[in-house]
Nanobody, 130 residues
Framework: QVHLVESGGGSAQAGGSLRLSCLAS????????MAWFRQAPGKKREGVAA???????AYSDSVKGRFTISKDSAKKTLYLQMNNLKPEDTAMYYC????????????????????????WGKGTLVTISS
């Protein structure tokens, strides 16, 4: 069983920055493709950023150029650095892991929302005010 625990959420003003962390149990960061998803009230969950097992990264168009996904395997932690935040970034942010990708699948597939992720964290809330 893999446990993912998010932290770092909170409130910020538009234009500000936050860094989310996801502490992973076991060796998830070295064995799985990792991703950040978010879900705003009344909206569908969407993939935000992914880092696959081969080191390929992908971002949704809505955050490209503003968010950066990274990991520190020694600390068993996945990060999401969020800069130039906008009110529309307000959402619950979730960390997720998927172990096996099929041929042709990569980080872009992970955030595309068609894969079934193996493990999810409970989320951390981000609220951005204008």
């Amino acid at each position: 069983q893999v446990h993912l625990v998010e932290s770092g959420g909170g409130s910020a003003q538009a234009g500000g920055s936050l860094r989310l962390s996801c502490l992973a149990s076991e060796r998830a960061l070295d064995s799985a493709s990792m991703a950040w998803f978010r879900q705003a009230p009344g909206k569908k969950r969407e993939g935000v950023a992914a880092l696959d097992i081969d080191g390929i990264v992908a971002y949704s168009d809505s955050v490209k150029g503003r968010f950066t996904i990274s990991k520190d395997s020694a600390k068993k932690t996945l990060y999401l650095q969020m800069n130039n935040l906008k009110p529309e970034d307000t959402a619950m942010y979730y960390c997720a892991a998927v172990w096996a990708l099929n041929d042709g699948e990569d980080a872009r597939t992970v955030i595309g929302g068609t894969l079934s992720m193996d493990y999810w964290g409970k989320g951390t809330l981000v609220t951005i005010s204008s």
